[in-house]
């Protein structure tokens, strides 16, 4: 018989606090006031907001190699293809809610993104596992440290020395660099973010675009290797979780004069510099969990962590809501923010707050599935 596996405490906490951090991003009161550390950085650097899909990619590494079959079978193949076409779809589904025209269908996407790093993490990880006499297999870290590295290295190659047609080779500028190329070559710019745009408002890359997702499975990556840690030696793996963000953290600073840090590009020094950020949380969300107890006040966050992609999900359908429907003529996103502007005034302040109050009203609408131990895995 096999023993149940142990949960990681602090997960669902960490998964939640970086749900938590999108849906503030993605749903403020007047995208015109948005403070500082609510918004991306304009090109290269970092602001608070950037650290947080890394981070839950990390978290995806994190949960894969916590729930790494120990039997790889046709069943196990069959899971990760599951979850990875129903991430997709779900992304695309959002998205024609979104922007029902498909002549501007957005391809690339968040969910895109982590069904992609999910599939291919998971499958590397099957290919490189340790298998016993009993035909048992176990993860390498060995080899999940290699393919992160290897990932970082191929795509600054690809970026510096790889030339774009009417640019030439290591272009960092928005219409200049390599992965935004291929997201118009391959996507075409009709089928791109609309925001991804240059000085002169051309569309010219997508954030989540398909070249940058190669430095994205670093991510994963360095979360499973924090998820091995802690199985390896839970008393010590709080500390060497942190003690090893550091070191990612000082790395992707190091690297930035050379490869600078840019979460549009998801260069790979961006992605040492939130992979280490991650981990640091992560280790501040462990020790504040002793012994797997949650203290009241992070129950919420451990709740949104628990039903994460359900969160997110509800998330962009409020955030589609505010946009789509009218009350006096009015989006409810301006309808509301102006009702929060008459009793708070400063603009900023109130954009946050109906930020707030859209992740109240996620938080509330999970307490019946979370009641009902529903949550959503796919």
Same mark, same amino acid.
């Given at each position: 018989?096999?023993?149940?596996?142990?949960?990681?405490? $602090?997960?669902?906490?960490?998964?939640?606090?970086?749900?938590?951090?999108?849906?503030?991003?993605?749903?403020? $009161?007047?995208?015109?006031?948005?403070?500082?550390?609510?918004?991306?950085?304009?090109?290269?650097?970092?602001?608070?907001?950037?650290?947080?899909?890394?981070? %839950?990619?990390?978290?995806?590494?994190?949960?894969?190699?916590?729930?790494?079959?120990?039997?790889?079978?046709?069943?196990?193949?069959?899971?990760?293809?599951?979850?990875?076409?129903?991430?997709?779809?779900?992304?695309?589904? &959002?998205? &024609?809610?979104?922007?029902?025209?498909?002549?501007?269908?957005?391809?690339?996407?968040?969910?895109?993104?982590?069904? &992609?790093?999910?599939?291919?993490?998971?499958?590397?990880?099957?290919?490189?596992?340790?298998?016993?006499?009993?035909?048992?297999?176990?993860?390498?870290?060995?080899?999940?440290?290699?393919?992160?590295? %290897?990932?970082?290295?191929?795509?600054?190659?690809?970026?510096?020395?790889?030339?774009?047609?009417?640019?030439?080779?290591?272009?960092?500028?928005?219409?200049?660099?390599?992965?935004?190329?291929?997201?118009?070559?391959?996507?075409?710019?009709?089928?791109?973010?609309?925001?991804?745009?240059?000085?002169?408002?051309?569309?010219?890359?997508?954030?989540?675009?398909?070249?940058?997702?190669?430095?994205?499975?670093?991510?994963?990556?360095?979360?499973?290797?924090?998820?091995?840690?802690?199985?390896?030696?839970?008393?010590?793996?709080?500390?060497?979780?942190?003690?090893?963000?550091?070191?990612?953290?000082?790395?992707? &600073?190091?690297?930035?004069?050379?490869?600078?840090?840019?979460?549009?590009?998801?260069?790979?020094?961006?992605?040492?510099?939130?992979?280490? +950020?991650?981990?640091?949380?992560?280790?501040?969300?462990?020790?504040?969990?002793?012994?797997?107890?949650?203290?009241?006040?992070?129950?919420?966050?451990?709740?949104?962590?628990?039903?994460?992609?359900? $969160?997110?999900?509800? +998330?962009?359908?409020?955030?589609?809501?505010?946009?789509?429907?009218?009350?006096?003529?009015?989006?409810?996103?301006?309808?509301?923010?102006?009702?929060?502007?008459?009793?708070?005034?400063?603009?900023?302040?109130?954009?946050?707050?109906?930020?707030?109050?859209?992740?109240?009203?996620?938080?509330?609408?999970?307490?019946?599935?979370?009641?009902?131990?529903?949550?959503?895995?796919?």
């Amino acid at each position: 018989m096999i023993a149940a596996r142990p949960r990681l405490a $602090g997960l669902d906490i960490f998964r939640g606090l970086a749900v938590a951090g999108m849906i503030l991003v993605n749903t403020p $009161g007047s995208w015109a006031h948005l403070w500082w550390p609510l918004d991306h950085a304009e090109w290269h650097g970092w602001t608070p907001t950037d650290l947080v899909f890394p981070a %839950f990619l990390f978290a995806v590494g994190v949960a894969l190699a916590l729930s790494f079959p120990r039997r790889i079978d046709a069943a196990g193949w069959g899971k990760i293809a599951r979850r990875s076409l129903l991430l997709i779809a779900i992304g695309w589904g &959002l998205q &024609l809610l979104a922007r029902p025209e498909l002549a501007t269908f957005r391809i690339p996407g968040v969910l895109q993104r982590i069904a &992609l790093c999910y599939a291919l993490v998971a499958t590397l990880a099957i290919l490189t596992a340790a298998k016993t006499p009993d035909g048992r297999h176990s993860l390498r870290p060995p080899a999940l440290l290699a393919a992160a590295t %290897f990932v970082l290295l191929l795509y600054w190659a690809l970026l510096a020395l790889v030339p774009v047609p009417g640019f030439g080779a290591g272009r960092l500028s928005p219409e200049g660099n390599l992965a935004g190329y291929v997201d118009r070559l391959v996507f075409t710019t009709a089928h791109i973010w609309r925001g991804g745009t240059d000085a002169a408002g051309n569309v010219v890359y997508d954030p989540e675009g398909l070249l940058s997702t190669i430095p994205a499975l670093a991510n994963v990556l360095f979360g499973m290797l924090a998820a091995i840690a802690w199985q390896r030696a839970p008393d010590r793996a709080t500390l060497r979780i942190a003690l090893a963000g550091a070191a990612l953290i000082a790395l992707g &600073l190091l690297l930035h004069p050379l490869f600078p840090i840019n979460k549009k590009l998801w260069t790979s020094s961006f992605a040492l510099f939130t992979s280490g +950020s991650a981990a640091v949380l992560l280790a501040l969300c462990m020790t504040a969990t002793p012994n797997g107890r949650v203290p009241h006040l992070l129950r919420p966050l451990n709740m949104l962590g628990m039903n994460a992609i359900l $969160g997110y999900i509800l +998330s962009v359908l409020i955030g589609i809501a505010s946009f789509r429907l009218f009350i006096h003529g009015e989006s409810l996103q301006a309808w509301g923010f102006a009702r929060l502007g008459a009793v708070i005034p400063d603009p900023y302040v109130a954009s946050f707050v109906f930020a707030l109050i859209a992740l109240a009203i996620v938080l509330v609408a999970l307490v019946p599935f979370h009641r009902r131990g529903i949550h959503l895995k796919l």
